[in-house]
């Protein structure tokens, strides 16, 4: 767990090596080099640089090094994809071989060099891309493609190699899609789609062709980015750069790895800020799904309940399946803001609606009873003796004649409505097909989302593949589940992007008082003991009990009188993690015989088991309260990240805990707690009385900045237990474990 340590090196020397560039790579803001305004307390970019990728996916003028038109060849078959691609989008293209006069009957020229004009894209047809980097910096390539492997999927050598040719790169000042990746840049895309589009970010490119596929159901894509192994050009890159673009409605991401966690956040930052949704599937959930995508991609796939928090920290919608990526993303991108959140069921059987209601409250869909005078409204057309109050079940007969979309309209109409969803769980034509083309007509009318599930497994049916599929205002799915995830994306991020405010700008910028009087305490490679754990914390003005350290039984007796009985007395030592598993640990003193007794006792013991003390604390004890924990550990993607849970030996059993990424406002914090499977006993249970929860807020909140300022310096940092008292009574950490890197 312990890394390379700094020594001395404080917060502000960290910056301006950072700012000058004396690690690579350096920051880069808004395009140009960053200055401090850019950077927070610990020398980290407050914003992404966004990539100007125009020229990458419309060149106007294409190299293909390495091209080749000899049947049978493998480079001849991209080099006939890449002629059919600059055709579409309008770029000249120049084929680049030492030995042939042309290529296709398009005129080649021996090198980078000889190449008639400036290009924007270089497509590397080559098994060792490395060499040809140079050419291209002096040719003033803009941008370049390698698809040769043996990288870093290969593993230690491979990453090496990888290593060198991200180095290049970045000496050549250009910018490079890959190694290892594939030929979905440049596919053939759609044009006669309207609407808002989805743009395509795969780290395996087989992954993306079911979204690809949903062309064919009338969806339009618009950019597919295959990552590959990220040596440069990463999915955060392709995230800023696709926020920005107008015409783009939702981000589909596959993500197998990621390259940078802090990239990441920024990244997800801005398509916030911009209320572009972004939908990813991010393999590593498992050991085993994580061993497998480390050996793909070469990638760290990070902690995932951490890269699990981040995601939803910023908004970053995570799915498990393909077939939810692309229905989540589908929904997304072609609907606006809902009006209202409230989800309706109708059907035309009682069992549909309550199996699909059922499973939608679950999913913790706010799914509202209708008003009264609304029922009376439906009872209009709806037998009496069918509910009406939410699901709807109209019995199936009104679908048939003007009544169907009497009921539609009526529902729509509802300000408590958001969402209409229609599970049709299979075709009964010709009612189905009038019902279909109903919602559609409604949909058409209304500024409300419809939702239908057509059931059927046979989707030839001319009312789901022309009636449903073919209105771009109607959202329709295959399975509940599917519809269910879709539908609350929808209103969590609209909720989400509603109340964002970014965490970014109001990061601090320049280190506190606290900082510099922690400086002194920092042991660079070592565990602080308890005593020197706390004075950190106080620095930080985390309330600590009252305690004195001693170092004699004398000094204990006077230092309990001063504290006031009763007093816990603890071992305080760099050496020790855990003082109650090795009986350090004396609680519930009441005289000072049992004071001196105590003292005694727990110096014999240190003696005995080794232990080097710098003294004994005694301890006002507190125990009226909830044991909370509240640490700082080093994640390998996100660096420094902030834990609350259930504290004191519930840590460890239940392992109720919430994690968050640095930095983040009060809301989040609040959203912690909101996760916890026992955050009801800081309401008080079985008679107790509420706690602080505010002051709680406040510890964490503090915490934050520690490891904000203190991220480089600290490996660990846990408090545990943090007693947090009753309402208005504060909390105090009668513990902490403090580990420097």
């Known amino acids: 767990m312990l890394g390379s340590t700094h020594g001395t090196l404080t917060t502000d020397s960290r910056r301006a090596r950072v700012i000058a560039c004396g690690e690579q790579p350096s920051p880069v803001v808004h395009g140009r080099p960053a200055d401090v305004d850019d950077l927070d307390v610990s020398g980290r970019p407050l914003y992404a640089d966004v990539p100007d990728l125009d020229r990458f996916f419309r060149p106007e003028s294409v190299a293909v090094v390495g091209a080749s038109d000899a049947e049978g060849r493998p480079n001849t078959g991209i080099t006939r994809q890449l002629i059919a691609w600059a055709e579409r989008v309008g770029a000249r293209l120049h084929p680049v071989h030492p030995t042939r006069q042309s290529v296709f009957g398009i005129p080649c020229s021996p090198s980078l060099a000889d190449l008639p004009e400036q290009v924007d894209l270089a497509v590397l047809l080559v098994g060792d891309p490395l060499p040809v980097i140079g050419e291209l910096a002096e040719a003033k390539v803009k941008f370049a493609v390698a698809f040769a492997s043996g990288f870093a999927e290969t593993g230690a050598e491979g990453a ?21 990746t594939n030929l979905n840049a440049f596919e053939k895309f759609r044009d006669d789609l309207d609407g808002p589009a989805i743009a395509l970010i795969t780290q395996s490119g087989h992954q993306g062709r079911p979204v690809f596929a949903m062309q064919e159901l009338g969806v339009r894509l618009s950019h597919w980015a295959p990552t590959g192994n990220e040596a440069d050009l990463e999915t955060a890159d392709f995230i800023s750069y696709f926020s920005e673009q107008p015409e783009i409605g939702a981000i589909a991401c596959y993500v197998e790895g990621l390259k940078d966690g802090r990239s990441f956040l920024l990244a997800a930052d801005r398509a916030a800020r911009r209320g572009v949704p972004v939908v990813a599937v991010k393999v590593g959930r498992t050991e085993t799904g994580a061993r497998t995508a480390a050996s793909h991609t070469g990638k ?20 498990d399946g393909l077939d939810e990526l692309q229905d989540t993303a589908a929904l997304l991108a072609r ?8 989800v309706v069921v109708y ?8 199996h699909f209601a059922d499973l939608a409250t679950a999913a913790g869909l706010p799914l509202p009873r209708l008003s009264a005078p609304k029922q009376a409204e439906l009872h209009q057309w709806i037998p009496e003796y069918l509910s009406v109050t939410n699901p709807v079940d109209n019995g199936g007969h009104p679908v048939g004649d003007w009544r169907g979309r009497k ?26 097909d009038k019902l279909a083309q109903d919602l559609v007509d409604a949909a058409e009318q209304s500024d409300k989302l419809v939702c239908v599930v057509w059931g059927s497994p046979v989707g030839t049916e001319a009312a789901y593949r022309e009636t449903l599929l073919g209105s771009s205002k109607v959202a329709t799915f295959r399975t509940f589940a599917n519809c269910i995830t879709a539908v609350r994306a929808y209103l969590d991020h609209h909720r989400f992007v509603a109340a964002y405010r970014s965490p970014f700008d109001e990061a601090p910028r320049t280190p506190s008082p606290s900082f510099r009087k922690t400086q002194a305490l920092m042991r660079p490679g070592q565990q602080l003991s308890e005593h020197a754990a706390k004075q950190l914390l106080r620095a930080y003005g985390i309330r ?40 350090l640990v004396k609680i519930g003193l009441t005289s000072a015989s049992q004071v001196r007794d105590a003292y005694r006792e ?25 044991e909370m924990v509240v640490g700082v550990t080093h994640d390998q993607l996100f660096g420094p990240t902030v834990t609350v849970g259930l504290g004191g030996v519930l840590v460890e059993v239940l392992q109720d805990a ?16 909101g996760e916890l499977r026992g955050r009801a006993l800081l309401e008080g249970v079985r008679g107790g009385p509420p706690v602080d929860v505010d002051a709680l807020i406040e510890v964490v909140m503090r915490v934050q900045r520690m490891a904000l300022e203190l991220g480089d310096d600290i490996a660990e940092l846990d408090i545990n237990p943090l007693m947090v008292l009753p309402r208005g009574q504060g909390a105090v950490a009668l513990d902490a474990l403090v580990v420097c890197r």
Request: glycine content about 10%; proline content about 7%; aromatic content about 4%.
């Open 602 to 626: 727990l110096t014999d013991i240190a003696r005995y088991e080794g232990i080097s003390l710098d003294g004994v604390l005694v301890c006002q004890m507190v125990e009226r309260g909830v």
């Open 347 to 354: 059907s035309i059987s009682g069992g549909t609606g309550a």
């Open 160 to 180: 090496a190699a990888q290593a060198h040719l991200a180095a290049a790169v970045r000496r050549a000042g250009l910018r490079l899609l890959g190694p290892n």
């Open 300 to 319: 760290l796939t990070g902690a995932d309940t951490v890269v699990d928090a981040a995601m939803r920290q910023y908004g970053v919608i995570r799915v």
């Open 658 to 673: 919430a994690v968050r990424v640095p930095p983040f406002g009060e809301d989040q914090a609040r959203g912690m707690l």
């Open 544 to 583: 600590v009990p009252r305690e004195q350290l001693v170092t004699s039984a004398a000094a204990a007796v006077r230092a309990a009188s001063l504290v006031g009985y009763p007093v816990v007395m603890k071992a305080s030592g760099a050496q020790i993690a855990h003082k109650t598993e090795l009986g």
């Open 335 to 342: 609907s606006r803001a809902p009006r209202a959140e409230g």
């Open 407 to 432: 009921i539609i309209d009526a529902i729509l109409a509802d300000p408590e409505v958001g969402v209409l969803i229609c599970p049709i769980t299979g075709p009964f034509p010709p009612m189905s």
